[in-house]
């Protein structure tokens, strides 16, 4: 059995009607979770991003609705990033030569990701921008 058999739900599969099993289904997801963490520099950041934040949260003892917002945030950063290396794939796929639509998908979908971002960065200040002042303030002995 090739590798496309395994992981790829060909025309075959379509025809005899079989299910994708769960198991490969979730094996070519975290594949292309990591292909994303491997090959985009931005995946890189938003990982590292979020590693920080996560420390930060357990240093803080954010709230459990706070630890929703930002666990929240964060999955959609790095979702959003995947279907960016998505769309750029497939962009790159279809297209030899520059093409005015395909610089408005992969302009898009990079957008998208950048308005997760911000509003992620959002969540990170409303949470921890209280905290840290608070720190500091009270390290200052400053009332």
């Not at 060909?10 to 070519?28: D, G, M, V």
């Not at 996560?54 to 706070?66: K, N, R, Y």
């Not at 959002?122 to 949470?127: E, N, S």
Request: proline share 2%.
């Amino acid at each position: 059995m090739s590798f496309y058999d395994r992981f790829v739900r060909n025309e075959r599969h379509k025809e005899e009607r079989q299910s994708f099993p769960l198991a490969q289904a979730f094996s070519c997801a975290w594949s292309g979770v990591l292909h994303a963490l491997r090959t985009q520099r931005s995946m890189k950041i938003h990982a590292i991003c979020a590693l920080v934040v996560v420390v930060a949260g357990f240093i803080f003892q954010i709230s459990g609705t706070e630890w929703l917002a930002v666990l929240l945030a964060i999955g959609g950063v790095l979702a959003f990033e995947c279907l960016n290396t998505a769309v750029e794939a497939v962009v790159d796929l279809v297209t030899a030569t520059y093409e005015p639509l395909a610089k408005i998908a992969k302009d898009c979908a990079a957008g998208a990701v950048l308005l997760m971002a911000i509003a992620a960065a959002c969540v990170g200040l409303i949470v921890f921008v209280p905290r840290i002042v608070a720190l500091i303030t009270g390290a200052a002995g400053i009332s």
